[in-house]
């Protein structure tokens, strides 16, 4: 949601902005903007990508080595120039970038107004920096940095935000409440970003500042402090993260080359937290917290989206296996609905940003009643990552396509790792059983490996599918938050219409949507209740649906039913979700690159929502 990225140092700040915005553009890409000071102060926003920013600076003076840049999420105001970031104050002192939502702009916006504030844009940030415009001017002794501090006192809501006092030429100050920002430092320079992506190419050491922290940056240092001017201390990073991992290389996509880095990215996530023979799996990150998992009177898994629908197996999962009861809530809905928590629970909260503003908000409701809250997160440094008690890193790398792929298996990984470890410890499995399972797992990345290789045919099938107008996505057990997945990554990047539904359910509603155009994926791969949707098959034959199946390899019984088959090896049901999931992503990204939609920034969506 929105990308702040800023620089001060020796070099011209121009090119390492537009890079920046670059790869931040996977957050928003409504509008685009920049502000250098270089003796005056220029800034240049339009409306649409970092591409339409460049063209529109090509004749214009943009050198300088201090400025801010920004790619916006549209909230408050619609996408065009006036709504662009960066905003400038009344009379030019201050320049803003923010990522985030003041939720109290309108009474801001009207005390400012009787002070005789005037706006040009609909946005809350416009509201901000005229705030701190407002302290500023209010005598000498405030200074930008103080009168930044007392502007953000009385905000309430959420920001990630890169300032620039003109008349305090030397100097980038950054805060943030709520929203994710980070500080590279490099020789005589300073880099700022909503996340490590665009600094890599310069820096690794990084600073993760948190809520409530304000930073005074200049050439020499910086000083770190809080809102209400205590001073604070910050540690500096080293992140492995590498440049080859934020480019596309030979593909066409991010989502093509993360959907083929799964079998690696698999192995990452087990590698390590398996012991060498295959006898015991290790979580280290849960050590601590393990009694208490194994004790919990129930665990309440929380996510949104894909990381939800990785909850949903991991029910599955731990349930069926370990034995412990499991509930799965939308974060979203749980941070309001008022649960009743005791120091019994232990809440489990997915997330391959961290920073996901609905999943944080929970974590932090959860704890506040007394629960242990546990994560599992793919971003080291990000904020769910440093609120959770302990919890497992999956092992994804970054994840750029904004419709999430390696992150959703790397998820599962790990709540298949977690199930089988609560399964063993809780003598609900035998030890003989347990290795055959971690064996299972083990097999998984050369699984996957032949499911790509495939990926010519799945093309093939998704041509013929590609002017559907409505999809239904159906699946049993473990495989029902798969279709539920594979649902979703068909309408979020080819905005068609699709549903994923439990077989079992579809004859109390979706069926009445089946006749001889709706394309019906069906997952239906070997499991215990393979006979069950093989007859919700028959339903929808009957109905002369178009049935494109997951099978199993081998598995012929289905050949005259449907039409259409995405094969996946033979393998324990356990880990069939990760298997299973493999062609539909795949088919669902050619469907999208066949009817010409931007896969990697499909509309409306950005990849780490950080608003509510
Ligand atoms: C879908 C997708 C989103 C995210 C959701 C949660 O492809 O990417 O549904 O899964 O926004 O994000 P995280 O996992 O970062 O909390």
């Given at each position: 949601m929105c990308g702040i990225i800023g620089y001060i140092g020796q070099e011209n700040v121009y090119p390492i902005l537009i890079q920046g915005l670059q790869r931040l553009e996977y957050r928003g890409y409504d509008s685009a903007g920049i502000a250098i000071l270089n003796g005056s102060l220029k800034v240049f926003k339009c409306k649409g990508r970092v591409s339409d920013l460049e063209q529109h600076v090509?004749?214009?003076?943009?050198?300088?080595?201090i400025g801010i840049g920004h790619t916006r999420w549209a909230t408050h105001g619609e996408p065009n120039d006036r709504n662009a970031h960066p905003h400038t104050s009344m009379n030019g002192k201050f320049v803003l970038v923010h990522n985030g939502i003041i939720e109290n702009h309108t009474e801001l916006k009207t005390d400012l107004m009787k002070n005789g504030f005037r706006f040009q844009s609909e946005t809350d940030t416009e509201v901000l920096v005229n705030l701190i415009e407002y302290f500023y001017s209010k005598g000498e002794a405030i200074d930008g940095e103080m009168a930044i501090r007392l502007a953000l006192s009385k905000v309430v809501g959420a920001y990630g935000i890169a300032v620039i006092c003109t008349k305090e030429k030397d100097q980038l100050i950054v805060a943030r409440k709520g929203s994710p920002l980070v500080i590279g430092v490099g020789e005589g320079s300073y880099f700022i970003a909503s996340d490590a992506s665009p600094i890599i190419p310069y820096t690794r050491n990084m600073i993760y500042l948190n809520d409530n922290d304000v930073a005074i940056i200049n050439r020499q240092g910086l000083i770190l402090k809080t809102v209400e001017n205590i001073p604070a201390v910050f540690n500096i990073t080293k992140v492995s993260m590498t440049i080859g991992e934020i480019e596309k290389g030979d593909f066409d996509h991010f989502m093509l080359k993360e959907i083929f880095e799964q079998p690696k990215i698999i192995e990452e996530t087990f590698r390590g937290r398996i012991t060498s023979d295959h006898s015991t799996i290790i979580l280290g990150g849960l050590m601590d917290v393990f009694p208490k998992l194994l004790s919990a009177q129930r665990i309440i898994i929380i996510g949104c989206g894909t990381s939800w629908h990785a909850a949903l197996v991991g029910e599955y999962l731990i349930e069926t296996y370990a034995r412990i009861p499991v509930e799965v809530e939308y974060a979203s809905e749980f941070r309001y609905r008022n649960p009743i928590l005791t120091n019994t629970d232990v809440v489990i909260a997915i997330s391959?940003?961290?920073?996901?503003a609905d999943t944080l908000a929970a974590i932090r409701m959860a704890k506040a009643n007394g629960a242990t809250v546990l994560g599992i997160c793919n971003v080291v440094g990000s904020t769910i990552a440093r609120e959770t008690e302990g919890g497992v890193f999956t092992h994804a790398g970054i994840e750029i396509g904004v419709a999430s792929t390696k992150a959703f298996t790397a998820q599962v990984t790990v709540l298949t790792l977690l199930a089988l470890k609560l399964a063993k410890e809780n003598e609900k499995m035998t030890q003989e059983t347990y290795q055959c399972l971690i064996q299972e797992l083990i097999n998984v990345p050369a699984k996957v490996q032949s499911i790509l290789q495939k990926h010519l045919h799945i093309k093939e099938v998704a041509s013929k599918y590609k002017k559907a107008t409505n999809a239904l996505y159906l699946g049993r057990g473990l495989l029902f938050p798969v279709a539920l997945e594979g649902a979703l990554k068909l309408k979020e990047i080819s905005y068609l219409h699709a549903e994923g539904y439990a077989a079992g359910e579809m004859k109390h509603g979706p069926i009445a949507l089946v006749d001889d155009n709706l394309p019906v994926v069906v997952v239906a791969a070997r499991d215990d209740y393979y006979t069950k949707i093989v007859s919700n098959i028959h339903e929808v034959k009957a109905r002369k649906g178009n049935i494109i199946a997951v099978v199993t390899e081998g598995d012929n019984n289905l050949n005259s039913l449907v039409n259409d088959l995405f094969e996946i090896p033979e393998s324990?049901?356990?880990?069939t979700p990760i298997l299973a999931i493999i062609p539909l992503q795949l088919f669902s990204y050619y469907i999208a690159v066949s009817r010409g939609c931007n896969v990697d920034q499909p509309r409306n969506l950005a990849k780490s929502v950080t608003v509510e």
């Open positions: 090509k004749d214009e003076d943009i050198s300088g080595t391959q940003s961290g920073e996901t324990h049901p356990i880990v």
